[in-house]
């Protein structure tokens, strides 16, 4: 009884019911187990399904506004899931979100708009790996400049002895022999030359990215609004909600407009080889799906194959029928291949964000 109720409350989460004044008739039906309210019934909702008139004291979505991506085409349920996917821009680059209810409440990772522990400590890690590089290839130049320099002193005393050698042919022998290091000396000068501007091109390039990483991360951990950018490539503005301090989740707010939802599934439902689809927006390619199985679960993240890229975190991983199990977070790579994903369970970010989406 206690989990046909969850599933309810989730349910209603989602869809909502469509409020203008007074309250408007919610349909009620169960589909595979899972109870569902929408105010617009679907042509397949089974025939025992109710209507419900009240909305039992719920929070009413309010879908007041503007309709958003009402004439976008989507054919199948993976399409129609992309409706409800965008791409996040913050300071620290681009990644994934989507809408979990009408009016505008979107769900991401929070390592797409903030910085943690852990990204903190790997972005450390790579400066602190590079800056040891380029400290030991300062110290190579150094080293090779001393022995070009030394170089240079030799031909300059093999020149001053050919000039003072009385005798023309070892005179002769001399200034051949100074000819010859001249054109090696000169060759590896260049040489050295070219190296080094390029060494100290890339320093500055380093220090720069040291310099801007600092003040990205500042404003990053500020901000309190970003950009999305939809299906049909419509730009918006939303608002930091909430920021998850257990988990890698985050809530942000478009306000004025109504957005297409997704469905919360149940991962507990699934069983091994069940296949599920990551959308996001790697390398800002906006709505991009990969495909793949579930795994299984480690953790308490959902364990799937499905390729998931940077850019994919914080968008939805979902299930054949476009219902939406997980929030795609990592990936974990090895030497031998590929790699495996990990999403946050979807009832984990539900359950999280329950006293916004749920507030009256």
Known sequence: MRKTVMMMLISAVFLGATIASGQAEIY????????????????????????????????????????????????????????????????LGFGSGFFVTGDGYLITNKHVIRTTDTTTAQSEDHFKDTADRFDQIEKQLAEEARRLKNFESRLNKLKRSADAEPHPQRKQA?????????????????????????????????????ASYDYYKVVADLSQSFSIFLADNQQHYVRLVAVSERYDLALLKLDGYRVPTLTPGDARRMIQGDPLYAIGSPAKLKNSVTSGVFSGFEGGFVQTDTRIYPGNSGGPLVNKDGSVVGINTFKKLTHKFEGLGFAIPIQTALREFDAYLNAP
């Open 28 to 91: 009620k039906y169960q589909k595979d187990g899972v109870w569902t309210y929408t105010d617009t019934p679907p042509a397949d909702m089974p025939t025992d399904s109710q209507v419900m008139p009240e909305t039992g004291g719920r929070r009413p979505t309010s879908l007041e506004g503007r309709p958003l991506l009402t004439g976008y085409p989507a054919r199948t349920p993976i399409e129609k899931a992309t409706t409800a996917t965008v791409a996040v821009q913050s300071p």
């Open 174 to 210: 001399y200034l051949e022999d100074y000819r010859e290091n001249l054109k090696t000396h000169r060759k590896w000068a260049e040489d050295f030359r070219k190296r080094q501007r390029t060494f100290e091109a890339e320093k500055r390039r380093f220090q720069d990215n040291r």
